[in-house]
């Protein structure tokens, strides 16, 4: 095989679009032809699913920077939020169905302050929503809330071994179907724990506002990078996620 039939072999499992397309619901590409860079910032950060779920900043001092390349990520474009003013959000954002998986890469400054969302949904939301990435001090975390908008499990999925500035994949799958439903959480492609029965199950995901780099309106506030955050709906098996984890390895350069 050549050289360039080799690429070509690879770019068709790896290339602009994660390698399982069925279901994707989400897609945060800075490539994508619907990402606006103004100035040096992230003006919207856009959806390359195809269904138009983009992030916008409307406000210029709140836009996180961007970087055309970052060596962090494999020399890709990568988007730095200042941990103070910088954040990205889309309000009234719903999910089809009762499970969901979700993806994202990050690189956290510095990780001794509390309670940062890197992304999620609203925290106190009154419908059933997703928070999967949320960095507490050295732990990453993920909040599944009821539809009464509380906490019901603060589940650890990497207690104590986060690093500041080290690249870092995470993914966990959520599924509200029952009371009984497993949820899992994934770290650099390697399972860091399930959970069963944990939640209060609900009918579907409500519409939610949701945030990148903060809450939707600008709390919690994440310092550091973050690139290809990716949602699925259902939640997918194990193997799927090790696909997409190759493939966002790959992309990344890690």
């Known amino acids: 095989m050549s050289d360039v039939t080799r690429w070509m072999a690879i770019r068709r499992g790896r290339g602009p679009l994660p390698p399982i397309v069925s279901g994707l619901q989400f897609f945060g590409d800075l490539s ?16 390359a699913s195809g269904y138009g779920r983009h992030f916008p900043q409307g406000t210029a001092a709140n836009r996180p920077t961007y970087n055309a390349t970052d060596a962090n990520f494999g020399g890709r474009p990568s988007m730095t939020f200042n941990g103070t003013t910088q954040f990205l959000s889309r309000e009234a954002l719903q999910w089809p169905g009762t499970s969901l998986t979700v993806f994202y890469v990050f690189r956290a400054t510095g990780v001794a302050a509390p309670d940062q969302r890197i992304f999620g949904a609203r ?34 999925l990497l207690a104590g071994t986060v690093a500041a500035n080290t ?20 770290v650099n492609g390697a399972p860091s724990g399930s959970l069963a029965g944990t939640i209060t199950p609900g009918a579907a995901f409500g519409s939610v506002a949701h945030g990148i780099g903060a809450t939707d309106v600008g709390g919690n ?20 996620v090790a696909q997409v984890d190759a493939w966002l390895r790959w992309r990344n350069g890690l």
């Open 32 to 47: 994508s032809p619907s990402t606006s860079i103004v100035s040096g910032a992230v003006a919207t950060l856009g959806d």
């Open 123 to 156: 925290a106190g939301a009154t419908s059933l929503a997703p928070l999967p990435a949320y960095l507490a001090g050295a732990s990453l975390q993920a909040i599944i809330q009821n539809p009464a908008g509380v906490a019901s499990n603060l589940w650890t």
């Open 167 to 186: 690249t870092y994949r995470g993914c966990v799958t959520l599924d509200i179907t029952s009371s009984s439903a497993i949820t899992s959480a994934y």
């Open 221 to 240: 506030l994440f310092a550091g990078n973050v690139v290809d955050p990716i949602v699925y709906a259902p939640a997918l098996t194990a193997s799927q």
